[in-house]
């Protein structure tokens, strides 16, 4: 497992973000804030998943209306995930006139970029961080690529553009992010809120640009930072993206939130984005959200589509009894299942997991070898081998993890 940064702790109600507490997966809802139902029932779906905090955006009254209704439906839900509102141009205002809002969110993200223009910059700031502090709430100060302070970039271009070797373009940008992000924690902490009530966040599209942001970001504070790219993208492409980018940045021990941003499908599940999150989170060693399935890719040797079905089988299987399992038998998202086809790997992987099975592959003898704890137990022949090796897993989970 990666070795962690020591950030400050932030609590989020009942959670903690930083110290050397678990990476916490986020997300965000795309629904219309004041229809009611659908946030709610959006917010429940991604908490089922496993979002354990929930962005909402409040960029007018009728939203910041809805939020304690909301609040309060996923209360009698019993489904007690945390809410960020999401808030730019008039948050002050908004802030100001709706206080249950404000009472029932439980984090309020600040972009500083979309806070207010030239003299009105720093009293709206102000404004939000005082409502924070009379509230109690943490606030999380999210610097965007594409919401950058004018102000500050340009003068910073300035300053650039007077050296006698001026840097490239990019570098005075990335600067700017990262000044933009110090310089506004400086102004929360003067204004009187506690260093303890600040999470960090500095999002670009780029990925070798967002890598050398936060690595730049981790030298320069202690706070906790949140990760993510600002727009990973559709499909394939935004799911590598955001895995190398939060990849190789929690390998070095930088992160302690995650969100993966993932541009949906029309009508899309917005629950896959969590999805891509604990599978980035546990491929890395990180955390452990269900047991890992290895299986082999196929080659020459399995023509036959078995030992294919009855990975996906036995992936779909493990997902229906997580809900349960996780429950009543603690420890069992660190166990691995190997499902293989042929002799070259499937012995050995089978042997290397806590139960594995090996299919017969192309012309070897139709008998299937299961492996518990490294040791044979018995060999499944016939049309019923799925079945079987499901009762088996079953007992298995039970015998070691109750």
């Not at 936060?214 to 799911?239: F, S, V």
């Not at 890992?292 to 990975?311: D, H, M, N, W």
């Not at 012995?347 to 070897?364: C, Q, T, V, Y």
């Amino acid at each position: 497992m990666p070795r962690r940064r020591n950030t400050v702790p932030v609590h989020v109600d009942d959670l903690v973000i930083g110290g050397h507490n678990p990476v916490l997966i986020q997300s965000m809802t795309n629904t219309e804030t004041a229809d009611v139902k659908s946030t709610t029932d959006q917010i429940q779906r991604l908490a089922n998943a496993g979002a354990e905090i929930v962005r909402i955006t409040v960029d007018t009254d009728a939203a910041a209306a809805a939020v304690p209704e909301i609040r309060s439906l996923l209360n009698q839900r019993k489904c007690m995930v945390p809410l960020v509102g999401d808030f730019h141009y008039n948050g002050h205002k908004l802030l100001e006139n709706n206080s249950d809002c404000a009472k029932s969110l439980a984090k309020y993200r600040i972009n500083p970029g979309n806070v207010g223009r030239g003299t009105k910059h720093d009293s709206q700031f102000a404004q939000m961080i005082g409502f924070a502090i009379k509230y109690d709430k943490p606030i999380r100060i999210g610097v965007n690529g594409g919401s950058l302070d004018p102000a500050l970039l340009a003068q910073l271009l300035d300053e650039n553009a007077a050296q006698i070797q001026p840097r490239q373009l990019g570098e005075v940008t990335r600067d700017a992010l990262i000044e933009s992000v110090i310089r506004s924690t400086r102004f929360a902490e003067k204004e009187g809120l506690d260093h303890n009530k600040i999470i960090l966040s500095c999002k670009v599209s780029s990925v070798p640009e967002l890598i050398l942001l936060y690595r730049n970001l981790a030298n320069r504070t202690d706070l906790p930072l949140h990760l993510g790219l600002t727009e990973a993208g559709m499909g394939d492409a935004g799911i590598t993206s955001s895995a190398i980018a939060i990849g190789v940045l929690l390998q070095e021990g930088i992160g302690d939130t995650i969100r993966v941003s993932l541009t949906p499908e029309p009508s899309g599940d917005r629950t896959k984005e969590v999805i891509v999150a604990q599978e980035i989170l546990q491929s890395i060693g990180v955390r452990s959200f269900k047991p890992k399935v290895v299986a082999c890719p196929g080659c020459g040797r399995t023509s036959s589509e078995y030992f294919q079905v009855l990975a996906r089988e036995i992936e779909q299987y493990i997902q229906e009894m997580m809900t349960s399992w996780k429950c009543q038998y603690p420890g069992v998202e660190d166990m691995t299942v190997a499902v293989m086809g042929c002799v070259v790997n499937g012995p050995g992987e089978s042997r290397n997991a806590n139960i594995g099975i090996s299919l017969p592959g192309s012309g070897e003898r139709p008998t299937a070898p299961v492996f518990e704890d490294g040791k044979k137990t018995i060999t499944l022949k016939g049309d019923n081998i799925a079945s079987q090796f499901k009762r088996i897993l079953k007992e298995y989970v039970i015998s070691h993890y109750a």
